[in-house]
Protein backbone atom coordinates (compact mmCIF):
# COMPACT_ATOMS: atom_id res chain seq x y z
CA UNK A 1 0.00 0.00 0.00
CA UNK A 2 1.14 3.50 -0.32
CA UNK A 3 2.66 5.73 2.34
CA UNK A 4 0.01 8.35 3.86
CA UNK A 5 -0.43 11.90 1.87
CA UNK A 6 -2.08 14.63 1.76
CA UNK A 7 -5.34 15.14 3.40
CA UNK A 8 -8.69 17.16 1.78
CA UNK A 9 -10.31 19.02 4.67
CA UNK A 10 -13.73 18.53 4.16
CA UNK A 11 -14.67 20.95 6.94
CA UNK A 12 -14.24 23.25 4.87
CA UNK A 13 -15.95 22.10 1.32
CA UNK A 14 -18.63 19.77 2.69
CA UNK A 15 -22.00 21.95 1.55
CA UNK A 16 -20.24 22.33 -1.98
CA UNK A 17 -19.04 19.07 -2.50
CA UNK A 18 -22.51 17.60 -1.72
CA UNK A 19 -24.10 20.17 -4.33
CA UNK A 20 -21.03 19.51 -7.22
CA UNK A 21 -20.57 15.51 -6.56
CA UNK A 22 -24.48 14.56 -7.30
CA UNK A 23 -24.21 13.63 -10.84
CA UNK A 24 -21.42 10.85 -10.10
CA UNK A 25 -24.03 8.27 -8.94
CA UNK A 26 -21.90 6.38 -6.18
CA UNK A 27 -25.17 3.59 -5.11
CA UNK A 28 -25.45 2.44 -9.33
CA UNK A 29 -27.13 -0.96 -10.18
CA UNK A 30 -23.62 -2.91 -10.19
CA UNK A 31 -23.30 -1.86 -6.66
CA UNK A 32 -26.58 -2.48 -5.39
CA UNK A 33 -26.38 -6.14 -6.88
CA UNK A 34 -23.32 -6.74 -4.98
CA UNK A 35 -24.80 -5.02 -2.17
CA UNK A 36 -27.57 -7.20 -2.42
CA UNK A 37 -25.37 -10.64 -2.72
CA UNK A 38 -23.34 -9.13 0.63
CA UNK A 39 -25.81 -8.76 3.04
CA UNK A 40 -27.82 -12.08 2.07
CA UNK A 41 -24.14 -13.79 2.61
CA UNK A 42 -23.95 -12.40 5.95
CA UNK A 43 -27.52 -13.09 6.60
CA UNK A 44 -26.83 -16.69 6.20
CA UNK A 45 -23.87 -16.70 7.87
CA UNK A 46 -25.65 -15.76 11.20
CA UNK A 47 -24.50 -12.16 11.05
CA UNK A 48 -26.05 -9.18 12.76
CA UNK A 49 -28.28 -6.86 9.93
CA UNK A 50 -26.18 -3.99 11.17
CA UNK A 51 -24.28 -1.86 8.07
CA UNK A 52 -21.47 -0.04 8.85
CA UNK A 53 -20.66 2.44 6.19
CA UNK A 54 -17.42 4.20 6.77
CA UNK A 55 -16.70 7.49 5.36
CA UNK A 56 -20.00 8.19 4.47
CA UNK A 57 -19.32 11.78 3.94
CA UNK A 58 -22.55 13.38 3.58
CA UNK A 59 -24.84 10.38 3.33
CA UNK A 60 -25.50 9.81 -0.54
CA UNK A 61 -24.90 6.27 -0.50
CA UNK A 62 -26.69 5.84 2.46
CA UNK A 63 -30.03 7.73 1.44
CA UNK A 64 -30.05 5.75 -1.46
CA UNK A 65 -29.75 3.02 0.50
CA UNK A 66 -32.41 3.57 2.56
CA UNK A 67 -34.77 4.54 -0.37
CA UNK A 68 -34.02 1.34 -2.78
CA UNK A 69 -33.32 -1.17 -0.56
CA UNK A 70 -33.80 -0.19 2.79
CA UNK A 71 -37.26 -2.13 3.75
CA UNK A 72 -36.35 -5.03 1.48
CA UNK A 73 -33.64 -6.20 3.28
CA UNK A 74 -34.48 -4.94 6.68
CA UNK A 75 -31.21 -4.10 8.15
CA UNK A 76 -30.07 -1.23 10.09
CA UNK A 77 -27.48 1.23 8.71
CA UNK A 78 -24.37 3.33 10.86
CA UNK A 79 -22.51 6.16 9.06
CA UNK A 80 -19.24 7.36 10.24
CA UNK A 81 -17.13 10.32 9.39
CA UNK A 82 -14.67 11.95 10.82
CA UNK A 83 -15.46 15.40 9.17
CA UNK A 84 -18.49 16.96 11.48
CA UNK A 85 -19.49 19.42 8.29
CA UNK A 86 -20.10 16.61 6.08
CA UNK A 87 -22.13 14.65 8.82
CA UNK A 88 -24.41 18.02 8.84
CA UNK A 89 -24.91 17.82 5.43
CA UNK A 90 -25.84 13.93 5.92
CA UNK A 91 -28.30 14.78 8.66
CA UNK A 92 -30.67 15.87 5.95
CA UNK A 93 -30.49 13.24 3.97
CA UNK A 94 -30.07 10.00 5.91
CA UNK A 95 -33.46 9.74 8.46
CA UNK A 96 -33.58 5.91 9.43
CA UNK A 97 -29.48 5.20 10.10
CA UNK A 98 -27.22 6.64 12.63
CA UNK A 99 -24.25 8.86 11.94
CA UNK A 100 -21.23 9.40 14.01
CA UNK A 101 -17.84 11.60 13.97
CA UNK A 102 -15.30 8.68 13.63
CA UNK A 103 -11.95 8.01 11.78
CA UNK A 104 -12.11 4.88 10.15
CA UNK A 105 -9.12 3.33 12.44
CA UNK A 106 -11.10 3.98 15.23
CA UNK A 107 -14.54 2.75 14.43
CA UNK A 108 -17.04 3.09 17.69
CA UNK A 109 -19.09 -0.50 17.50
CA UNK A 110 -18.59 -3.46 19.60
CA UNK A 111 -16.59 -6.56 18.36
CA UNK A 112 -18.72 -8.50 15.99
CA UNK A 113 -21.74 -6.35 16.31
CA UNK A 114 -22.49 -5.66 12.08
CA UNK A 115 -22.75 -7.93 9.27
CA UNK A 116 -21.06 -5.73 6.39
CA UNK A 117 -18.76 -3.13 6.22
CA UNK A 118 -18.76 -0.76 2.96
CA UNK A 119 -16.81 1.92 2.08
CA UNK A 120 -17.13 3.70 -1.24
CA UNK A 121 -14.74 6.00 -2.76
CA UNK A 122 -12.89 6.85 0.69
CA UNK A 123 -10.33 4.62 1.46
CA UNK A 124 -7.18 6.89 -0.46
CA UNK A 125 -8.41 9.60 2.57
CA UNK A 126 -7.61 6.85 5.26
CA UNK A 127 -4.68 7.50 7.54
CA UNK A 128 -3.87 3.95 8.16
CA UNK A 129 -5.66 1.40 5.54
CA UNK A 130 -4.08 -1.47 7.21
CA UNK A 131 -5.62 -0.04 10.88
CA UNK A 132 -8.93 0.35 9.26
CA UNK A 133 -8.78 -3.34 7.90
CA UNK A 134 -8.60 -4.49 11.55
CA UNK A 135 -10.97 -2.58 12.52
CA UNK A 136 -13.40 -3.90 9.45
CA UNK A 137 -12.62 -7.43 10.57
CA UNK A 138 -12.90 -6.50 14.61
CA UNK A 139 -16.45 -5.29 14.35
CA UNK A 140 -17.54 -7.71 11.47
CA UNK A 141 -19.02 -11.05 12.93
CA UNK A 142 -18.09 -14.08 11.40
CA UNK A 143 -19.41 -14.47 7.97
CA UNK A 144 -19.54 -10.68 7.65
CA UNK A 145 -18.89 -9.58 4.63
CA UNK A 146 -16.36 -5.99 3.46
CA UNK A 147 -17.44 -4.42 0.44
CA UNK A 148 -14.79 -1.73 -0.98
CA UNK A 149 -15.08 0.75 -4.07
CA UNK A 150 -13.11 3.04 -5.20
CA UNK A 151 -10.65 4.51 -8.45
CA UNK A 152 -7.49 3.08 -8.64
CA UNK A 153 -5.82 6.10 -10.87
CA UNK A 154 -2.54 4.20 -11.63
CA UNK A 155 -4.68 1.11 -12.99
CA UNK A 156 -6.05 1.87 -16.36
CA UNK A 157 -6.31 5.22 -18.72
CA UNK A 158 -5.10 8.23 -16.82
CA UNK A 159 -7.86 10.50 -15.43
CA UNK A 160 -8.82 13.53 -17.52
CA UNK A 161 -7.60 15.93 -14.33
CA UNK A 162 -4.26 14.75 -14.64
CA UNK A 163 -4.09 16.71 -18.14
CA UNK A 164 -4.97 20.26 -17.17
CA UNK A 165 -3.26 19.51 -13.53
CA UNK A 166 0.00 17.59 -13.93
CA UNK A 167 0.80 17.88 -10.04
CA UNK A 168 -2.36 15.81 -9.12
CA UNK A 169 -0.33 12.66 -10.95
CA UNK A 170 1.99 12.63 -7.91
CA UNK A 171 -0.54 13.91 -5.34
CA UNK A 172 -2.73 10.52 -6.41
CA UNK A 173 0.55 8.19 -6.38
CA UNK A 174 0.91 8.67 -2.88
CA UNK A 175 -2.83 8.26 -1.62
CA UNK A 176 -4.15 5.45 -3.99
CA UNK A 177 -2.57 1.52 -4.00
CA UNK A 178 -1.87 -0.47 -7.17
CA UNK A 179 -4.72 -3.74 -7.32
CA UNK A 180 -1.79 -6.02 -6.36
CA UNK A 181 -0.74 -4.78 -3.00
CA UNK A 182 -4.47 -3.94 -2.00
CA UNK A 183 -5.12 -7.43 -2.31
CA UNK A 184 -2.37 -8.53 -0.73
CA UNK A 185 -3.60 -6.30 2.11
CA UNK A 186 -6.83 -7.77 2.32
CA UNK A 187 -5.57 -11.00 2.69
CA UNK A 188 -3.30 -10.18 5.18
CA UNK A 189 -6.29 -8.35 7.08
CA UNK A 190 -8.10 -11.35 7.75
CA UNK A 191 -10.09 -11.48 4.27
CA UNK A 192 -10.86 -13.65 1.87
CA UNK A 193 -11.72 -12.05 -1.47
CA UNK A 194 -14.92 -13.17 -3.27
CA UNK A 195 -15.49 -11.02 -5.89
CA UNK A 196 -13.39 -8.50 -7.90
CA UNK A 197 -14.64 -6.00 -10.33
CA UNK A 198 -13.54 -3.51 -12.66
CA UNK A 199 -16.18 -1.23 -14.46
CA UNK A 200 -15.04 1.75 -17.06
CA UNK A 201 -17.45 4.72 -16.59
CA UNK A 202 -17.46 7.41 -19.33
CA UNK A 203 -18.22 11.57 -18.38
CA UNK A 204 -18.24 13.79 -21.50
CA UNK A 205 -18.08 17.58 -20.66
CA UNK A 206 -18.07 20.43 -22.51
CA UNK A 207 -14.70 22.53 -21.60
CA UNK A 208 -17.33 25.34 -19.96
CA UNK A 209 -18.85 22.46 -17.68
CA UNK A 210 -15.65 20.72 -16.43
CA UNK A 211 -14.47 24.41 -15.61
CA UNK A 212 -16.87 24.65 -13.44
CA UNK A 213 -16.96 21.29 -12.10
CA UNK A 214 -13.04 22.01 -10.92
CA UNK A 215 -13.29 26.05 -10.02
CA UNK A 216 -14.51 25.61 -6.22
CA UNK A 217 -12.09 22.78 -5.52
CA UNK A 218 -14.24 20.13 -4.31
CA UNK A 219 -12.40 17.24 -5.41
CA UNK A 220 -9.98 16.20 -3.29
CA UNK A 221 -6.87 16.38 -5.95
CA UNK A 222 -7.55 20.33 -6.21
CA UNK A 223 -8.49 20.82 -2.83
CA UNK A 224 -4.87 19.72 -2.05
CA UNK A 225 -2.68 21.18 -5.44
CA UNK A 226 -0.89 24.45 -4.43
CA UNK A 227 -2.78 27.38 -5.32
CA UNK A 228 0.27 28.74 -8.99
CA UNK A 229 -0.46 24.92 -9.68
CA UNK A 230 -4.82 25.32 -9.44
CA UNK A 231 -4.30 28.45 -11.40
CA UNK A 232 -2.73 27.52 -14.45
CA UNK A 233 -4.95 23.88 -14.75
CA UNK A 234 -7.49 26.03 -14.52
CA UNK A 235 -6.44 28.44 -17.66
CA UNK A 236 -5.50 25.06 -19.19
CA UNK A 237 -9.18 24.53 -19.10
CA UNK A 238 -10.29 27.73 -20.48
CA UNK A 239 -7.37 28.09 -22.93
CA UNK A 240 -8.46 24.39 -24.28
CA UNK A 241 -12.57 25.87 -24.73
CA UNK A 242 -11.30 28.73 -26.95
CA UNK A 243 -9.31 26.99 -29.20
CA UNK A 244 -11.52 23.63 -29.35
CA UNK A 245 -15.46 25.43 -29.49
CA UNK A 246 -18.02 22.74 -29.21
CA UNK A 247 -15.82 19.91 -28.24
CA UNK A 248 -16.68 17.93 -25.64
CA UNK A 249 -13.76 16.51 -22.81
CA UNK A 250 -14.17 12.54 -22.02
CA UNK A 251 -12.98 10.87 -19.09
CA UNK A 252 -12.93 6.94 -18.67
CA UNK A 253 -13.26 6.13 -15.32
CA UNK A 254 -12.43 2.29 -13.90
CA UNK A 255 -13.84 1.63 -10.82
CA UNK A 256 -12.84 -1.34 -9.14
CA UNK A 257 -15.30 -3.02 -6.39
CA UNK A 258 -14.10 -5.94 -4.29
CA UNK A 259 -16.05 -7.86 -1.88
CA UNK A 260 -14.74 -9.97 0.72
CA UNK A 261 -15.49 -12.42 3.49
CA UNK A 262 -14.31 -12.14 7.50
CA UNK A 263 -11.67 -14.94 7.30
Request: glycine share 8%; proline share 5%.
Amino acid sequence: MTSPGPRTDYEQIAPDYDRDRQEYDSFDDELAALLAGALNAAEAAGAPRLLADVGCGTGTLLSRFEQDSCDAYQWKTVGFDPSRKMLSVAKGKVFSGALAAAAAERLPLRDGSAGCVLSTFAFHHFHDFAAFLAQARRVLAPGGRLLLRNILPREGPEPLMYRFFPGAREIDSRRFPLRAPLLESLVAGGFVLEQSICTERLYRFTAERYLELCRKRTISQLHLLIDENFRRGMAAIESYGREHSGEMLEERIPVHTFVAARA
